[in-house]
């Protein structure tokens, strides 16, 4: 019984290969996470880029009407933090464009309007709005659809 104790090798371990293969099930698992969030419109934020940036998707929800008598920058916020980022309010719902602007540390000031064609609960101006720049602390009056 004793022969065979000492006859197989140990097994050896390549570090890098298992740390590479932990790397990529992670990073699969996150664009899979994302993507279930994306599609079920929970991550709108994230598809959005959170706080903006000049390329951040328009969420198809404006009206058309908001758009035609208000201008394209009605739903749209400046701030200043060093450089200029536009954060795109435009369609989302109270709590996604509170997200958005506490993220930003300003503060939103909530508020009702009737308008046709729009969703209701959902953003049709902000006030400042662009091309008006606001700064860190600055309160942001947000109108959203009353329906």
């Known amino acids: 019984m004793n022969d065979f104790v000492s006859s197989s090798e140990a097994p050896r371990f390549d570090a890098a290969v298992i740390a590479r ?8 698992a996150i ?4 993507a279930a969030l994306v599609v079920v419109g929970g991550g709108t934020a994230l598809a959005a ?4 940036g000049s390329h951040a998707a328009r969420p198809a929800a404006v009206s058309h009407a908001t758009t035609t ?14 450089g200029t980022t536009r954060i795109e309010l435009g369609g989302l719902n109270s709590t996604g464009a509170r ?8 503060t939103p000031e909530f508020g009702k309007a009737s308008a046709t064609g729009c969703k209701p609960g959902s953003v049709i101006a902000v006030s400042p709005h662009a091309p008006t720049v606001v700064h860190r602390g600055a309160t942001v009056k947000v109108t959203l659809c009353a329906g």
Do not use: F
């Not at 880029?49 to 903006?52: I, K, L």
């Open 49 to 52: 880029g959170v706080v903006g």
């Open 31 to 34: 664009a899979g996470i994302s």
């Open 69 to 82: 008598t208000t201008g394209k920058n009605a739903t749209t916020v400046l701030y200043s933090n060093g």
């Open 99 to 106: 997200a958005l602007l506490d993220k930003a540390r300003i």
């Open 21 to 28: 293969g932990a790397r990529r099930k992670r990073a699969t």
